[in-house]
């Protein structure tokens, strides 16, 4: 089973750009799907973008859509998602996950990495 471990978070302004990463081990993300989710505070978690490990197909939610780029790495057997134009509104936990199927379950979550946005 695939576990996952998230970085490059941090403290930005409004404004500014941030790339997380996503981290696998124990085995390659190589079958699965690859997701990111974030959970602000006082709110449930939601769905950022997510993308086939094999055909990097993306998706992406409506609030990130146009300001966020998924993308991976094979060799590092690492993903990213890159989010600019970043907005008070995205100031949250965000979580990298996997699934069998681009469709979910979602699981292997990690322990997450704090983004706070300024304004």
């Known amino acids: 089973q695939v576990q996952t471990r998230e970085s490059g978070g941090g403290l930005v302004q409004a404004g500014g750009s941030l790339r997380l990463s996503c981290a696998a081990s124990?085995?390659?993300?190589?079958?699965?799907?690859m997701g990111w989710f974030r959970q602000a505070p006082g709110k449930s978690r939601e769905f950022v973008a997510k993308?086939?490990?094999?055909?990097?197909?993306?998706y992406y939610a409506d609030s990130v859509r146009g300001r966020a780029t998924i993308s991976r790495d094979f060799a590092k057997n690492a993903g990213y998602l890159q989010i600019d134009s970043l907005k008070p509104e995205d100031t949250a936990v965000y979580y990298c996950?996997?699934?069998?199927?681009?469709?979910?379950?979602?699981?292997?979550w990690g322990q997450g990495t704090q983004v706070t946005v300024s304004s």
């Open positions: 124990g085995r390659t993300f190589g079958g699965y799907a």
């Open positions: 993308m086939t490990w094999s055909s990097g197909t993306a």
């Open positions: 996950a996997a699934a069998p199927s681009i469709t979910g379950p979602w699981g292997s």
